[in-house]
């Protein structure tokens, strides 16, 4: 069903998945069946990234690291993320609508290039602001596989500002600096 990655290559069509398909593809969808349980699930992945991070940080700082270092960097990095991991814990409810606007668009990305793979035409679901010159190789458009991963790095880099944006109880000094590590 799904090697018919361009409209001239062999084989069937990939076809439209059904109802039940795409019902199981949204998160609203899956946040319905079970808030809760998403809900518990995006805390203990953020927690256990957190955790992680924190080992990271321990054995740089075990190591005495000179902070003009990578690791250095690494280490404040992930010391800076596991304090924004922690604000996003104590509000479940916005960590779910963050979690969930991401993944309706990366769903309507998904969707997007699978018509473009079958030779449709198909809308970008996100461009670069206009003078964003890194994207002006027609490839970046033209070609499915870099439209995509243009459009997937866009999307990444909008949701993770604006929810360093919605991000509450963050002094200027830590989001001054995690805004610098996001650009």
Do not use: C
Not at 32 to 37: D, F, I, S, Y
Request: net charge neutral; hydrophobic share 40%; no cysteine.
């Amino acid at each position: 069903m799904h090697r018919r990655l361009f409209a001239n290559a062999p084989g069937p069509p990939m076809q439209k998945p059904n109802d039940s398909v795409s019902k199981a593809l949204d998160a609203a969808h899956l946040m319905q069946q079970n808030p809760e349980m998403f809900a518990k699930n995006m805390l203990r992945l953020m927690e256990e990234s957190t955790k992680v991070a924190a080992s990271m940080a321990e054995k740089s700082a075990a190591t005495k690291i000179d902070p003009m270092s990578t690791a250095a960097d690494a280490q404040s990095a992930a010391k800076l993320w596991s304090e924004i991991a922690q604000s996003w814990m104590n509000d479940p409810k916005k960590l779910v609508e963050m979690q969930t606007q991401l993944t309706g668009d990366f769903f309507k990305l998904w969707q997007q290039t699978s018509q473009r793979m079958l030779g449709q035409d198909a809308a970008e679901v996100t461009q670069p602001d206009k003078g964003d010159a890194r994207f002006n190789d027609p490839d970046w458009t033209h070609n499915p596989y870099f439209a995509y991963w243009k459009q997937a790095y866009l999307l990444t880099s909008k949701w993770a500002t604006d929810s360093l944006a919605q991000t509450d109880g963050l002094d200027e000094r830590t989001r001054a600096k995690a805004e610098f590590y996001m650009k």
